[in-house]
T-cell receptor
Framework: AQTVTQSQPEMSVQEAETVTLSCTYD???????LFWYKQPPSRQMILVIR??????QNATENRFSVNFQKAAKSFSLKISDSQLGDAAMYFC???????????????FGKGTHLIIQP | EPEVTQTPSHQVTQMGQEVILRCVPI?????FYWYRQILGQKVEFLVS????????KSEIFDDQFSVERPDGSNFTLKIRSTKLEDSAMYFC??????????FGSGTQLSVL
């Protein structure tokens, strides 16, 4: 079974600075998807960014980018120019690719609580 | 942007009662899911549903749980006899083929 580990229960960053949230995962599959979800106090789950394992290029969405290291099974999220609205829980998640079969559901990490200091 | 809609936003029930949580997935989506999140814990996969049948379910999804797509728009999760430990936020999600997963805003279930 796949596992997702987020080793940082909480991170704090000054507004306008850059922060990196770490995520590692364990899988025997070669084809899969990785995601970062943001959960603000409203508890809505909002997709921040996703990465296909077969793509070597790191995904980028505006101020959010990932550092995907497939061999190391590492998938960190970098938030540049942090804003107060970025304060939330961030969950890393894994899903097998559809062509690979197997479990269809997302496997989540335990989350990192990101605090933005004004 | 299209949304997954969940009702009610908060459901309170007595232990042993049946509850039905309702979801309206995005209209052209094909795959439907239920997840739950106990307060302070990670989000856990419950079940996936495709082509009018369950395609995958987790160990959490025991005989007390069932899902149904009674018409072309609704997707429901039923808990037959609720337990205290069923108290959680329940998220519905949907996706099109090989697309990103869209989550609803959740139903907070409180079992007393």
């Amino acid at each position: 079974a796949q596992t997702v580990t987020q080793s940082q229960p909480e991170m704090s960053v000054q507004e306008a600075e850059t922060v990196t949230l770490s995520c590692t995962y364990d899988t025997s599959e070669s084809d899969y998807y990785l995601f970062w979800y943001k959960q603000p106090p409203s508890r809505q789950m909002i997709l921040v960014i996703r990465q296909e394992a077969y793509k070597q290029q790191n995904a980028t969405e505006n101020r959010f980018s990932v550092n995907f290291q497939k061999a190391a099974k590492s998938f960190s999220l970098k938030i540049s120019d942090s804003q107060l609205g970025d304060a939330a829980m961030y969950f890393c998640a894994y899903r097998t690719s559809y062509s690979g079969g197997g479990a269809d559901g997302l496997t989540f990490g335990k989350g990192t609580h990101l605090i933005i200091q004004p | 942007e299209p949304e997954v809609t969940q009702t009610p936003s908060h459901q309170v029930t007595q232990m042993g009662q049946e509850v039905i949580l309702r979801c309206v997935p995005i209209s052209n989506h094909l795959y439907f899911y239920w997840y739950r999140q106990i307060l302070g814990q990670k989000v856990e996969f419950l079940v996936s549903f495709y082509n009018n049948e369950i395609s995958e379910k987790s160990e959490i999804f025991d005989d007390q749980f069932s899902v149904e797509r009674p018409d072309g728009s609704n997707f429901t999760l039923k808990i037959r006899s609720t337990k205290l430990e069923d108290s959680a936020m329940y998220f519905c999600a949907s996706r099109a083929h090989e697309e990103k997963l869209f989550f609803g805003s959740g139903t907070q279930l409180s079992v007393l």
